[in-house]
């Protein structure tokens, strides 16, 4: 659920002796200051970013005038004279310090994403409103910067599909069993603590040590899920937030991918439409139909004999439970760079069907990197401790099939992919119960009607749970993540309007995709 198309160290060795843990729920909002005060009040080293010479991200944050520090946070806040961990933050500050605003925190999704590196980009994208706040990103706790976590998995990614046949379930199942055992025998002790509730404690922590009586927020996809834990866990303490790319909070958790199966299909046949007219670079088809039966076609010969992608040394083979997630990491835009590099993807799977030797763009080995091998087993750890930390999953491997098995009718490509079982059905259960919204907030919340990844009636139910948030809608565009991203001029003034004010629209919000 990033906002990027990429969807570390091992922290047991990192953290020190294990703590002996108890059931203990965390401190309530209301007691969030007994034992606390030292990280609330902590003074922070802000200094370069830069870890060393060949630290890119760091360097140009250094350039772009930024600093970076750590907070220290405890480990469990049912225990705060424990063990610590650290938050890595940078901060572009306030030029316009006559009309400061205050700080905002930024969050780009995952779970796992970074954003230490995003406050320039903010910068420009908040345009005059940009000089008046304090812009700070953060890595969540074991993300990143912040003593990462990582269970040395073999694939960066859990969503992959079910497949076509009862075998390659049953291949899914010891896939995610294992992924679950490797975290579990890797980083028991601290898993308990990767949790939403637990970033949004330290997003309190960051405030304070800030010295921000309030702080504004803007998170994209499971950045808005975490928003909206903060808003509840800590009512009152924010200014201005935006969510875009919005979860309904009830939704949260390792099956909710359930609800994208239909938006993904819509995408996918959008794009073949795209697809079939240009049917002369791609070769997949001339109608909507024919690219779709193309799709099809790659599915059920990557079930009877892998496809071989890729020439020496680097070559991948992806069978039916990986190929739809390669159509999957495409379907995030509807933009032509973004269809195009889909298209470019399918025509080389179509040539490996075909027994043609194929080359891969650097952009489509980048993704099935991350998706096959372990290069990206940090974000993959992050993402499986949160979302199973989270919330319990169903642990009968019966379930999922009957609901793939339901599913293939009315979604083909994507059902046993949105269905599947994942780690999830193997991890120790929740120490917290998800939170649930009792508080009204005044949020802005951003969505567009076709986002493949959370779908807009997502951003709808949020919108009815908050009675003063308002909602800015993105009409007819299959896209996750707007702001600054897509722009679209209509979105992003919108967006900035409240971003200077502090006043939210009297009413919701519609805009068109061809707007901008």
């Not at 949020?443 to 800015?472: E, F, M, N, Q, Y």
């Amino acid at each position: 659920m990033c906002r990027t198309a990429a969807v570390g160290l091992a922290l047991a060795a990192c953290l020190g002796a294990a703590p002996s843990f108890t059931a203990t729920a965390a401190p309530a909002a209301s007691e969030s200051g007994a034992g606390l005060d030292r990280y609330y009040d902590q003074r922070l080293g802000w200094g370069s970013c830069a870890k060393g010479p060949d630290d890119t991200m760091g360097r140009d944050l250094d350039k772009a005038g930024a600093q970076c520090a750590d907070v220290t946070v405890p480990l469990d806040y049912a225990d705060p004279r424990g063990r610590t961990t650290t938050v890595a933050i940078s901060r572009l500050k306030a030029t316009d310090t006559r009309h400061r605003i205050g700080s905002i925190l930024l969050n780009n999704g995952g779970p796992g994403g970074t954003a230490l590196q995003s406050p320039p980009e903010f910068h420009a994208w908040m345009k005059k409103t940009g000089p008046r706040y304090d812009i700070v990103g953060f890595d969540p706790r074991f993300v990143g910067r912040s003593t990462p976590l990582d269970c040395g998995l073999p694939v960066g990614t859990n969503l992959f599909s079910a497949g076509l046949s009862r075998a390659s379930f049953e291949r899914q199942v010891a896939l995610q069993k294992d992924l679950a055992a490797k975290c579990r025998a890797t980083n028991a002790s601290v898993l308990p603590h990767v949790t939403t509730r637990n970033t949004a404690r330290d997003m309190d922590v960051i405030r304070g040590a800030l010295g921000e009586r309030k702080i504004s927020y803007f998170g994209y996809s499971y950045g808005t899920y975490l928003g909206t834990v903060y808003t509840q866990m800590f009512p009152g303490r924010t200014d201005r937030m935006v969510l875009d790319g919005t979860i309904d909070p009830r939704k949260f958790g390792p099956v909710m991918l359930k609800e994208s199966a239909g938006a993904n299909e819509r995408a996918l046949a959008d794009w073949a439409t795209w697809a079939a007219r240009r049917d002369g670079t791609y070769g997949l088809g001339r109608t909507r139909a024919q690219v779709l039966a193309t799709v099809d076609r790659l599915i059920k010969t990557a079930a009877r004999t892998p496809l071989t992608v890729g020439t020496a040394p680097e070559t991948f083979q992806l069978d039916d439970t990986q190929l739809p997630l390669i159509l999957f990491f495409g379907l995030d835009s509807d933009t032509d760079t973004s269809r195009a590099s889909l298209a470019e993807n399918v025509s080389v799977l179509n040539k490996a069907a075909a027994g043609q030797p194929t080359r891969l763009s650097p952009q489509f080995a980048v993704i099935l990197r991350i998706a096959l091998t372990g290069e990206q087993s940090h974000s993959g750890s992050v993402q499986n401790a949160v979302i199973c930390g989270d919330v319990a999953a169903p642990r009968d491997p019966e379930v999922y099939w009957r609901d793939i098995e339901r599913s293939r009718a009315k979604y083909p490509r994507f059902g046993a992919l949105a269905n599947n079982i994942g780690p999830c059905a193997f991890w120790d259960r929740p120490r917290e119960k998800p939170t649930q919204v009792k508080h009204d907030a005044k949020v802005l919340i951003v969505s567009a009607t076709g986002d493949p990844r959370t779908v807009h009636k997502g951003a709808v139910a949020l919108r009815g749970l908050l009675p003063s948030a308002k909602l800015i809608t993105l009409k007819g565009a299959n896209r996750h993540a707007v702001y600054g991203l897509y722009e679209n001029d209509c979105v992003d003034n919108k967006v900035n309007k409240y971003l200077a004010t502090g006043k939210l629209p009297a009413n919701d919000q519609t805009c068109s995709k061809q707007a901008g």
